[in-house]
């Protein structure tokens, strides 16, 4: 007998058919209506976002000390720019005449002089302005060197006395104002170089006495009427 009730009970338990139903009807039920509540605000209720950035501050405004400090340094740039292309342009006959001796000092100090007759439009004159410039820098403390337009009628005895009939026309004078050689039209460098060398050591004899190049005429031929009248400027 205790070997049966033994065995009874150690058999599993076996659910009716209503019992079966009835658990699987709990497992199908819908939630309940708080629950699904729950879940459909947990749904619409919108996910956290970040805030956007803060605009950025508007910039300050340019005071009227500053408006002058640009505009003075937009100045200087062009001045800068301006005075940088006239450098940059070299020498003119226009600079020749401005280290010019006047004459009459020249024929008064005791040095050689050189005299260049020369006109403003002469082409053959400019060209030999770049090596002339340096010349009359190196030798300038001991040689004058005195630049005559002939378009100036003040010259016309001295255009005369030295017989210039074309441009550009140099002569080569020692300390007591002899003239020792001429030189018209294009000369080489060398020529000019030469003569000035040998005024400022005191030569009694230039290398190069009578060198004549490829001349302007006198007058400009573009030009109507005769020559100027006297200028103020002695070089002139």
């Not at 005075?83 to 024929?107: F, M, N, Y």
């Not at 060209?127 to 030798?139: G, K, M, R």
């Given at each position: 007998c205790s070997f049966a009730c033994l065995h009874v009970s150690c058999r599993p338990q076996r659910l009716t058919v209503s019992e079966r139903a009835s658990r699987l009807l709990a497992r199908s039920a819908p939630p309940e209506p708080s629950q699904q509540a729950e879940e459909a605000t947990q749904a619409a209720s919108p996910s956290p976002t970040r805030a956007p950035p803060p605009p950025p501050p508007p910039a300050p405004e340019e005071s009227g000390s500053g408006r002058s400090i640009a505009a003075g340094a937009a100045v200087?740039?062009?001045?800068?720019?301006?005075?940088?292309?006239?450098?940059?342009?070299?020498?003119?006959?226009?600079?020749?005449?401005?280290?010019?001796?006047?004459?009459?000092?020249?024929?008064?100090?005791?040095?050689?002089?050189?005299?260049?007759?020369?006109?403003?439009?002469?082409?053959?004159?400019?060209?030999?302005?770049?090596?002339?410039?340096?010349?009359?820098?190196?030798?300038?403390?001991?040689?004058?060197?005195?630049?005559?337009?002939?378009?100036?009628?003040?010259?016309?005895?001295?255009?005369?006395?030295?017989?210039?009939?074309?441009?550009p026309h140099f002569v080569f004078m020692d300390g007591s104002n002899k003239p020792l050689a001429a030189a018209v039209g294009k000369l080489p460098e060398q020529v000019l170089q030469g003569n000035v060398a040998a005024l400022a050591e005191g030569r009694p004899r230039l290398p190069f006495a009578a060198v004549r190049g490829e001349v302007s005429a006198r007058e400009d031929p573009a030009a109507a009427g005769g020559p100027k009248q006297a200028m103020p400027r002695d070089h002139s």
């Open positions: 200087a740039a062009v001045v800068a720019f301006a005075v940088g292309r006239l450098l940059s342009a070299g020498p003119s006959l226009a600079t020749l005449e401005d280290a010019s001796v006047p004459l009459d000092i020249a024929l008064a100090n005791g040095k050689p002089t050189v005299i260049e007759f020369y006109a403003s439009w002469c082409e053959v004159c400019k060209s030999l302005v770049p090596f002339e410039y340096e010349i009359e820098e190196a030798y300038r403390s001991d040689v004058n060197f005195v630049m005559l337009n002939v378009e100036n009628s003040k010259w016309a005895p001295e255009v005369a006395q030295f017989n210039v009939g074309g441009i």
